[in-house]
């Protein structure tokens, strides 16, 4: 465990020479509503570490020195956010061992999955929820923490030899660096779309605005106490509690602290009290123009998909989700945006 400075002092020279470090990340997302960077791992040379960013200590050292490795990870996106976000970390060449699975053809790329596959190893589970931010951390954590990067190395190059073999590593390349540019755009919640959870699309107006009301209240709460929203209450609960109040009944949810109930029953009476007129519009359809022949040239991209899909033994929805050949079928010149080169070749685009 790397917890200051001089620890990190002395782990960072040993990185010179390398040029693959297996990274990952643990954070307290599923235990807090503000999300902190709980732990990195690292593996290299043959050692597993683990850096405590809760530490006083300064991780610019240590992401200067990554940016400059190839960064070898299960599933770039999530890690390379919380990093950006945590300590402006930015890598430039990665390996996405997730990519690497599924331009094998493997329909089972969990971490787990590979491990089994590749080394016959089963890991161990358990520890995937709990609560990261904990010091000190108990050893069956550490350990569980250590497996996440301790097989990426040798896994990645068992998967390049086998992309190599098969053609593949510049369709690798290019998805990985399409990944990449994904990682940097910066994704941004909208205030006042939020609210609109899974299921509200087919509430009414009123209990729409009761929805909203509710949403809002449980997340300034949720702030508040530093807890994720569900902590407060579950998004199934929010949505019975607005048709609820919707149609004249009371959702009081007598677990609540009286302070809490107080705040619960005041966002519902507000929003009951709303007019018409304020209350949430139904999202409107796309107003953009569907081409006479929009349904023919979506199936006609979706068979020669699956064609190709079938040929090289990869999911179909790899080659092309099917929200990229509606956008092609609207709009061809899309293309490039929404595939990579290789995709665009199997697709004679």
Known sequence: MISSDTQLAELLPRLGSIKQVAVDTEADSLHCYFEKLCLIQLTFDDCDYLVDPLAPLDLQP??????????????????????????????RDVFDTVIAARLLGLREFSLAALVQQFFGVTLAKGSQKANWARRPLPRVMEEYAKNDTHFLLPLAAKMEAQLQARGRME???????????????????????????????????????????????????????????FHILQNSLLLSAAESFAVGETSEFRHFSERRRRGFLAAAREALDLPESEWPQR??????????????????????????????????????????????AADQASSQSVLVEWQCKLLDL
Do not use: H, Y
Request: net charge positive; glycine share 4%.
């Open 62 to 91: 240590l992401c200067a020195a990554l940016a400059e490795k190839e960064i070898v990870l299960q599933g770039m996106d999530f890690d390379l956010r919380l990093l950006a976000r945590a300590c402006n970390f930015g890598a």
């Open 171 to 229: 369709w690798f390349r290019q998805s990985c660096q399409r990944a990449l540019e994904q990682v940097a755009v910066q994704r941004e919640r909208d205030p006042d779309e939020a609210w609109r959870i899974a299921g509200s699309g087919t509430l009414p107006g009123r209990a729409a605005a009761v929805l909203r009301a509710l949403w809002r209240w449980r997340d300034l709460e949720a702030q508040q106490v530093d807890r994720p929203s």
């Open 283 to 328: 999202r409107p359809r796309s107003n953009k123009p569907r081409l006479r022949d929009f349904d023919k040239r979506v199936e006609e991209l979706k068979r020669r998909r699956d064609i190709r899909a079938k040929e090289l033994d990869l999911d179909a929805s790899f080659v092309a989700p099917r929200s990229a050949l509606e956008a092609i």
